[in-house]
């Protein structure tokens, strides 16, 4: 001990507490046992950091600092700084999202998309809906598709060149065929 500085060149073994005012630059630390941080804690990378925010609760990732997962680690979940990567999974053969129902929304609240389990699947042009499943088939505006080949088309339908039609057609008032 030099007056200001205690020099050990052996190993130390406390069987006690220690208790250090100021900060304690460790070249490598091994902790056998549980740890307690009671402020807020900082992973340095080499390019971005993760911050544990006592005060808040949150694990914030840096931009580029990515949440890596699996043994193949082709689960990442990141943000760059301009677009969100959100979820690339590399590896496998699907990406599976459950939940008894799923909305996708922007930022503002204009939905996208929404899937009930045992229900429709709805998706959206500008916050309205376009196309939804039904149990006996689709509806795409206020025209149906059913699952057993039956179509009902309100409003004026076109046609191409050419409908086949193998049976009756019944014309309501108003019906304009013409070319026959």
């Given at each position: 001990?030099?007056?200001?500085?205690?020099?050990?060149?052996?190993s130390?073994?406390?069987?006690a507490?220690?208790?250090?005012?100021?900060?304690?630059?460790?070249?490598v630390?091994?902790?056998?046992?549980?740890?307690?941080?009671?402020?807020?804690v900082?992973?340095?990378?080499?390019?971005?950091?993760?911050?544990f925010?006592?005060?808040?609760?949150?694990?914030i990732?840096?931009?580029?600092?990515?949440?890596?997962?699996?043994?193949?680690?082709?689960?990442?979940?990141?943000?760059?700084?301009?677009?969100?990567?959100?979820?690339?999974?590399?590896?496998?053969?699907?990406?599976?999202?459950?939940?008894?129902?799923?909305r996708?929304?922007?930022?503002?609240?204009?939905?996208?998309?929404?899937?009930d389990?045992?229900?429709?699947?709805?998706?959206?042009?500008?916050?309205?809906?376009?196309f939804?499943?039904?149990?006996?088939?689709?509806?795409?505006?206020?025209?149906s598709v059913q699952?057993?080949?039956?179509?009902?088309?309100?409003?004026?339908?076109?046609?191409?060149?050419?409908?086949?039609?193998?049976?009756?057609?019944?014309?309501?008032?108003?019906?304009?065929?013409?070319?026959?």
């Amino acid at each position: 001990f030099d007056g200001s500085t205690l020099g050990i060149t052996g190993s130390i073994d406390l069987s006690a507490d220690i208790d250090v005012d100021g900060t304690a630059n460790l070249d490598v630390l091994d902790v056998d046992g549980a740890s307690n941080f009671g402020a807020d804690v900082v992973f340095a990378g080499a390019g971005a950091n993760i911050t544990f925010d006592q005060s808040t609760d949150d694990l914030i990732f840096d931009d580029n600092a990515k949440a890596i997962f699996g043994g193949s680690s082709d689960l990442e979940v990141y943000h760059d700084g301009t677009a969100s990567r959100n979820i690339i999974d590399s590896k496998s053969l699907a990406l599976r999202i459950e939940a008894d129902a799923i909305r996708l929304r922007s930022d503002s609240g204009e939905t996208y998309l929404a899937a009930d389990a045992n229900g429709a699947v709805e998706l959206y042009h500008d916050n309205t809906k376009i196309f939804q499943t039904t149990g006996i088939g689709i509806t795409v505006g206020l025209s149906s598709v059913q699952h057993n080949g039956n179509a009902a088309f309100a409003g004026i339908t076109t046609i191409g060149t050419l409908l086949d039609v193998n049976g009756r057609i019944d014309g309501a008032s108003g019906a304009n065929i013409s070319g026959i």
